[in-house]
């Protein structure tokens, strides 16, 4: 009978067991602004963007001169050159657009290029986390709606395993 009652038991807990899952979270964002591939990508893109916002001026300026010389030659000038270089100054001016578009298309397309090796490494630390301390989901707390006090937050496990300090 003490046999019975304690498979019994045994059958009753083994189901709880099952049950009890292991929750964590991370800030992912914190962690990856701290890395050093981050803030290389980040003064990257700030070169990038400071070359290209200086020709950009320098574009604007050449285009705002042209336009301020032929303000103050108009009247003087036969119809044929001034449609010259009114179309002139319209093509400048749809150059210097495309230039920014274009500016801003590069910058972009290097910051995700920039950024999937970090995300990969991030995550690739994250499931190696998760497997080795066997939790059952680790969210990322960079906008989190609620986390409880049973989840582990191991934003710093993360920035350990990532050799972060």
Do not use: C
Not at 72 to 94: H, M, T
Not at 110 to 123: F, R
Not at 145 to 157: E, P, R
């Amino acid at each position: 009978m003490l046999k019975k009652l304690t498979l019994a038991l045994v059958l009753m807990v083994l189901p709880l067991g099952a049950w009890a899952q292991k929750f964590a979270h991370v800030n992912s964002q914190e962690v990856m602004a701290a890395m050093p591939e981050a803030k290389k990508l980040d003064a990257d893109l700030k070169a990038m963007y400071d070359k290209n916002s200086g020709e950009f001026k320098k574009m604007q300026e050449e285009l705002q001169k042209k336009y301020e010389d032929y303000m103050a030659q108009k009247e003087s000038l036969p119809k044929n050159i001034q449609e010259r270089r009114e179309k002139e100054i319209q093509e400048g001016a749809q150059r210097l657009n495309q230039f920014e578009q274009e500016a801003t298309q590069s910058i972009q397309k290097a910051q995700q290029e920039g950024m999937q090796p970090i995300q990969k490494k991030v995550m690739d630390a994250i499931n190696a986390i998760g497997q080795s301390e066997g939790y059952t989901y680790i969210f990322d707390s960079a906008a989190p709606l609620y986390i409880g006090s049973q989840s582990v937050d191991i934003t710093a496990k993360l920035k350990s395993r990532l050799g972060i300090h």
